[in-house]
Structures are given as C-alpha cells and as structure tokens.
C-alpha cells in the first residue's frame, strides 16, 4: 500500500525519436531502465514530428521529455522542440537530450535552454539519477 | 522552483477547454489529489455528463490501442471531440510502466480535438479507478463529446472501470479462444457491443460464430431491448470502424428511448461512490496502522476475535478520522 508522498513521487517521462532516426534500440534499454526505477515512461515510437512529440508530452503532462537523436539533426530538432514548448505555455517541461552529440554543440544545446544532455555511453543508472535530480529541483507542479 | 498554478485555477481553464489545463489536474490527481484539487474536481463535477463515455476493453494483445485509434478517426471525420484515457499496466515490482499506445496513436496528435492521456495501472492510493475515472471527468467537463476508456480487460478494477462507461465495448480477436474463456464470464458479459478484431484472419468467422452463439443463449424475449451486435473490424483492410461506431451510436440512443440511461447513470454513480469509499476505507486502514490495527490483528491471530468483528470495530473507530481531504 502507497501513502500519498510515494505516489505523488512518480515521475513522467516521455521518449521520443523525432526525424528520420531508426535507431531505438538505446532507447528502449533507457525506457526499460526508467521503469524499473519506479517511473511512468510513454514511449513515442519512430518518426514523430517535433509538433507530434510535444503535443503528446503536453497531454500526458510529462515532467521530463527526453528526445534521442542519432542521425545528426539536434541543432535542428533542440532548438524546434524548445520553441514549440514555449509557444504552447509549457516551458516549464524538463527537456532531456541523448545519443551522438559532438561537445561543441552539447555546450551550445545547453545554453539554448536544454536542461540536460546525457551522451551514449551513460550508464544508465546515471540517467535515472539526473532525471530524479532534475524533477527535485523543479519542485512541486 | 516553478510557479504553480492553483488547482481552482485550472479549474476555470478546463471548463474553457484548456488542453494544458486538463493534462495538469489529471497529473495532480493521479499523484494522490490534495484537498485543493479534490475541491477542484468537486467544482468541475458540476460541468459534467455531457459526453458519451465508452469504456474499452479486451485481452492484451486482442487490439485494443489500435481499433481505440481507428475510432478515433471515425468520430472525427463524424464531427466530433474524443478524449482517451488508455491505461496500461505496472511493472508489479518497480511500479513503474512503460506506457506504449502513444506508438499506434501517434498520428492522432496535434489535432486539437483530440486528447490523450496514459495511465498506469500502479496503486494510485489503493486504485485505478478513481484516478482514470476522474480523468474522464475532466475530459467531460473539458468538452470533449466522447471520452473512451481503454483498459485491459482483467481484474476487478478494470471491471469497475467499463462499468462506469455508458456503453462497453468488449474486443475480441480470433485465436484466442482459450482468453475468450477465460473473460467469458467477467467483461464478456458486460459488453454492449462485441468486437472482433483482425477479422481479415481467415479463423474470425469461427470467433464472430461462437460469439453469437452464446449471445443467442442469454437473449431474453421482448420488445424494445438491446440486442448485443457483433461487430468485425480490420485494421488491415481499414474496415468496421464505421460500423463500430454506429453500433456504439446506436447503443446510446438505444438508452436514451428506452429510458435505460437514468439506470445506467445510477449504476455508475453507485459504482464510483462505492470505489472511492473503498479507497478510503483503505487509506485509512494503511495510514493508522500502528496502534489500534496491530492490537486487533493481534487478536484475531490468537482467536479472541473473528475477522468480522475485528472490521467492524475498526470501521466504527475509523468514523472518527475520516476527513474531507479524500
């Protein structure tokens, strides 16, 4: 039996792949972990449209969407995805990237409002970590 | 830290529609809802039973999401809102899910008169039921013409579930004949319509004949009653769906004629009062533990007190505690 404070703990995350990417098996390693960390994890599937990925993290009121890329496209992707959350009003949505992303732009997909970039390679109690810390930070909604 | 946004306020926005707005007051009660967003929901209840509500339900695998989406379509193109409420179960032991009919319902967003939402099966405060069910009120009192609810079709709480729609609609794929059994006697006799899916299957017609043979059985004699259709559906051939919801169309008319909707509608409220009654009997149970439960388990392990008497003592010092923030 949960109390209300666990409950209330579960954290939202949705995982999208945006763009012409076919690679989902890191993905899914990710979503797996995520559950079994104790999180709500909705999975997009392949080939979602930025305006596609964040009108459904915006229905299932995600606290984390996390977007894997791989084919290269983030510096168009990020900044689309971002734009779009503000657009709507929901700004306040945690924006998690991962995949291949050289450092160069990782620094400047952070300083363009991306709250969180994790690299392949990153084990993945790593991510569940930084995605717990991210949603304690933000506080209550 | 962010600014939140006061239940009551969101209140306002979902009578406006807001999609932002629902998805939010669903998220809070969903986390266990605090007085606030109890009063909230209270005060948006107000706004609600406008729209059909259709509960969906089936064996995992039976293809539920995607006739869920195929419907969707359907309403559409007829003019009218959907929301969804799609729930999916939890991992028994990290409580945690993985939520996946956003992959078939992909191409259903970004169309404003559309709303999705995932639900995990996971102990919300004791149940599924008064989460997914509030959820359907928001979509209600949000607008929205149709609210369908999908859910797989095992265990008591998904029972609850489509019971507290105005029209159930059993799926049933071919090639499952030992899960149809087994359903047989819990959702399959709840449904208002039967669906067989994968009907471009060549061993479909044998589901559609068993189903109307044992609908055959349970026909009782009369005028004016509601004569369970079966309907086949191909996601394949992209056939049925229309029938499907004419047949759901025709079902609510159906009670609204013969009068049957203020039963229905009694049902309901009786299966959602006695839920959340349930819920904090159970609450209360699991937060005063301590003392006077122990003390009685106690008992009723040495046989000084039979279970019985044991609830009802319990139930009677429980009066005292219930409070209105459940």
Not at chain 2, 215 to 244: A, C, D
Not at chain 2, 264 to 279: D, F, G, N, P, S
Not at chain 2, 289 to 300: A, F
Request: charged share 25%; no cysteine.
């Amino acid at each position: 039996m949960q109390n209300n404070d666990n409950s209330a703990a579960v954290i939202r995350v949705m995982l999208a792949k945006i763009g012409l990417d076919g690679h989902d098996r890191g993905i899914k390693v990710v979503a797996r972990a995520l559950r079994d960390a104790g999180m709500d994890v909705v999975y997009t599937g392949l080939h979602r449209t930025p305006e596609e990925v964040v009108d459904a993290a915006i229905q299932e009121d995600v606290d984390i969407l996390g977007i894997s890329l791989l084919s290269g496209a983030h510096m168009h992707i990020f900044p689309k995805v971002l734009e779009l959350l503000k657009a709507k009003e929901a700004e306040d949505m945690i924006v998690a990237g991962g995949g291949v992303i050289p450092d160069d732009d990782v620094k400047e997909l952070y300083q363009m409002g991306v709250d969180k970039i994790l690299l392949q390679d990153t084990p993945p109690q790593e991510i569940i970590d930084s995605f717990r810390q991210l949603v304690a930070e933000r506080g209550a909604r | 830290m962010i600014n939140r946004i006061p239940s009551m306020e969101l209140a306002e926005r979902v009578r406006e529609g807001h999609l932002r707005a629902i998805a939010r007051l669903i998220t809070r009660v969903e986390s266990g809802g605090d007085p606030e967003v109890r009063q909230a929901l209270a005060e948006l209840y107000k706004s609600t039973g406008r729209a059909h509500v259709v509960g969906i339900t089936g064996v995992p695998g039976a293809g539920k999401s995607t006739l869920v989406t195929q419907l969707v379509h359907e309403y559409r193109a007829s003019g009218r809102t959907v929301g969804v409420v799609a729930i999916d179960p939890s991992s028994p032991f990290s409580g945690g899910a993985i939520l996946g009919d956003r992959i078939r319902m992909g191409d259903l967003v970004s169309d404003p008169g559309v709303f999705i939402r995932s639900m995990a099966t996971r102990g919300t405060l004791g149940g599924l039921a008064r989460p997914a069910l509030d959820a359907v009120d928001l979509l209600d009192a949000g607008g929205f013409d149709v609210v369908l609810i999908e859910t797989v079709g095992v265990g008591q709480d998904e029972v609850d579930i489509v019971r507290a729609a105005h029209t159930t609609v059993v799926v049933n794929a071919p090639g499952l004949g030992d899960d149809v059994q087994a359903i047989k006697a819990g959702v399959l006799e709840i449904a208002d319509v039967h669906v067989v899916s994968k009907a471009d299957r060549p061993d479909s017609n044998k589901t559609i004949q068993e189903l109307k043979a044992m609908l055959m059985m349970s026909l009782e004699p009369g005028e004016g009653i509601w004569r369970v259709p079966v309907v086949p559906t191909s996601s394949e051939k992209h056939t049925g769906f229309g029938e499907l919801m004419a047949a759901i169309d025709r079902h609510s008319e159906h009670l609204e004629r013969s009068g049957e909707i203020t039963e229905r509608r009694r049902q309901i409220a009786l299966t959602r009062v006695v839920k959340v009654a349930e819920e904090i009997v159970r609450d209360n149970f699991a937060r005063d533990s301590r003392s006077q439960t122990e003390e009685l388990l106690k008992k009723v392990t040495q046989r000084e007190l039979d279970p019985h008497g044991a609830a009802v003592t319990l139930l009677k010092a429980m009066k005292e505690t219930i409070h209105e923030s459940h």
